[in-house]
Protein backbone atom coordinates (compact mmCIF):
# COMPACT_ATOMS: atom_id res chain seq x y z
CA UNK A 1 0.00 0.00 0.00
CA UNK A 2 1.39 3.28 -1.31
CA UNK A 3 1.80 6.02 2.04
CA UNK A 4 3.16 8.85 3.08
CA UNK A 5 3.83 9.55 7.34
CA UNK A 6 3.83 12.44 8.88
CA UNK A 7 5.99 12.87 12.25
CA UNK A 8 7.34 15.63 14.63
CA UNK A 9 3.82 17.15 15.31
CA UNK A 10 3.34 18.66 18.94
CA UNK A 11 2.06 21.45 21.46
CA UNK A 12 4.57 24.29 21.40
CA UNK A 13 4.64 28.00 22.68
CA UNK A 14 3.61 30.95 20.64
CA UNK A 15 7.33 32.21 18.90
CA UNK A 16 8.21 28.74 19.19
CA UNK A 17 9.54 26.41 16.54
CA UNK A 18 8.42 22.52 15.19
CA UNK A 19 10.24 20.55 12.39
CA UNK A 20 7.66 18.31 10.85
CA UNK A 21 8.80 15.42 8.76
CA UNK A 22 7.23 13.15 5.81
CA UNK A 23 8.60 9.88 4.50
CA UNK A 24 7.05 7.13 2.28
CA UNK A 25 6.18 3.40 2.35
CA UNK A 26 5.61 1.34 -0.84
CA UNK A 27 7.68 3.88 -3.24
CA UNK A 28 9.66 6.44 -3.51
CA UNK A 29 8.84 9.60 -2.88
CA UNK A 30 12.37 11.23 -4.21
CA UNK A 31 10.02 11.22 -7.94
CA UNK A 32 7.07 13.07 -6.31
CA UNK A 33 6.26 16.82 -5.75
CA UNK A 34 5.67 16.83 -1.79
CA UNK A 35 2.55 19.43 -0.16
CA UNK A 36 2.06 20.37 3.47
CA UNK A 37 -1.59 20.86 4.16
CA UNK A 38 -3.25 21.99 7.62
CA UNK A 39 -6.81 21.96 8.70
CA UNK A 40 -8.26 23.42 11.68
CA UNK A 41 -11.85 22.65 12.87
CA UNK A 42 -14.79 23.70 10.89
CA UNK A 43 -12.05 24.66 7.95
CA UNK A 44 -11.40 23.61 4.57
CA UNK A 45 -7.91 21.88 3.95
CA UNK A 46 -5.48 24.37 2.67
CA UNK A 47 -2.08 24.19 1.39
CA UNK A 48 0.67 25.11 3.58
CA UNK A 49 3.99 24.92 1.24
CA UNK A 50 5.18 22.58 -1.52
CA UNK A 51 8.64 21.37 -2.93
CA UNK A 52 9.43 19.79 -6.48
CA UNK A 53 10.83 16.41 -6.71
CA UNK A 54 14.34 17.44 -7.13
CA UNK A 55 13.71 20.23 -4.91
CA UNK A 56 14.62 23.30 -7.29
CA UNK A 57 11.22 24.88 -6.33
CA UNK A 58 9.26 25.71 -3.29
CA UNK A 59 5.55 27.46 -2.73
CA UNK A 60 4.25 28.69 0.56
CA UNK A 61 1.18 30.01 1.73
CA UNK A 62 0.97 33.77 1.89
CA UNK A 63 0.38 33.24 6.26
CA UNK A 64 3.60 31.36 6.55
CA UNK A 65 5.98 33.26 4.54
CA UNK A 66 9.12 33.78 6.13
CA UNK A 67 8.45 31.65 8.60
CA UNK A 68 8.17 28.13 7.46
CA UNK A 69 10.63 26.27 5.19
CA UNK A 70 10.19 23.11 3.40
CA UNK A 71 13.41 20.89 1.71
CA UNK A 72 14.26 17.62 0.86
CA UNK A 73 16.99 14.90 1.01
CA UNK A 74 16.00 12.33 -1.80
CA UNK A 75 18.83 10.41 -0.05
CA UNK A 76 16.87 10.03 2.95
CA UNK A 77 13.42 10.06 0.83
CA UNK A 78 12.36 12.75 3.19
CA UNK A 79 10.39 16.02 3.33
CA UNK A 80 11.51 18.20 6.22
CA UNK A 81 8.65 21.58 7.17
CA UNK A 82 10.75 23.50 9.66
CA UNK A 83 8.20 25.87 10.99
CA UNK A 84 10.02 29.08 13.29
CA UNK A 85 7.71 32.28 15.03
CA UNK A 86 4.64 29.71 15.49
CA UNK A 87 1.46 31.40 16.12
CA UNK A 88 -2.16 29.38 17.46
CA UNK A 89 -3.58 30.02 14.33
CA UNK A 90 -0.85 28.10 13.26
CA UNK A 91 -2.32 25.12 15.18
CA UNK A 92 -4.12 22.77 13.00
CA UNK A 93 -3.90 19.16 11.97
CA UNK A 94 -0.54 19.00 8.84
CA UNK A 95 -0.89 16.81 6.32
CA UNK A 96 1.89 15.68 4.08
CA UNK A 97 0.76 14.42 0.41
CA UNK A 98 2.44 13.31 -3.08
CA UNK A 99 1.96 13.83 -6.28
CA UNK A 100 3.71 11.77 -9.24
CA UNK A 101 6.04 14.29 -10.73
CA UNK A 102 9.78 13.60 -11.31
CA UNK A 103 10.51 16.27 -14.24
CA UNK A 104 8.60 19.61 -12.95
CA UNK A 105 10.55 22.36 -11.85
CA UNK A 106 7.87 24.06 -10.24
CA UNK A 107 4.64 23.24 -7.44
CA UNK A 108 1.98 25.50 -6.35
CA UNK A 109 0.36 24.89 -2.58
CA UNK A 110 -3.24 26.32 -4.46
CA UNK A 111 -5.18 24.72 -7.41
CA UNK A 112 -6.78 21.17 -7.81
CA UNK A 113 -6.73 19.54 -4.07
CA UNK A 114 -7.63 16.41 -6.24
CA UNK A 115 -3.84 16.38 -8.19
CA UNK A 116 -2.12 15.11 -4.70
CA UNK A 117 -2.45 10.71 -5.40
CA UNK A 118 -1.15 9.60 -1.69
CA UNK A 119 -2.08 11.50 1.61
CA UNK A 120 -0.81 10.45 4.90
CA UNK A 121 -3.12 10.79 8.10
CA UNK A 122 -2.08 13.80 9.71
CA UNK A 123 0.46 14.95 12.58
CA UNK A 124 -1.31 17.50 15.24
CA UNK A 125 0.14 20.91 15.98
CA UNK A 126 -0.62 22.75 18.97
CA UNK A 127 0.30 26.19 19.35
CA UNK A 128 -0.52 27.31 22.74
CA UNK A 129 1.06 28.79 25.93
Known amino acids: QLQVVESGGGLVQPGGSLGLSCTAS????????VGWFRQTPGKERAGVSC????????DYADSVKGRFTISRDNGKDTVYLQMSSLQPEDTGVYYCAAEWNPYADFCTVGGDMGRWEIWGQGTQVTVSS
Open 51 to 58: ISARGGAA
Open 26 to 33: GFRLSAHT
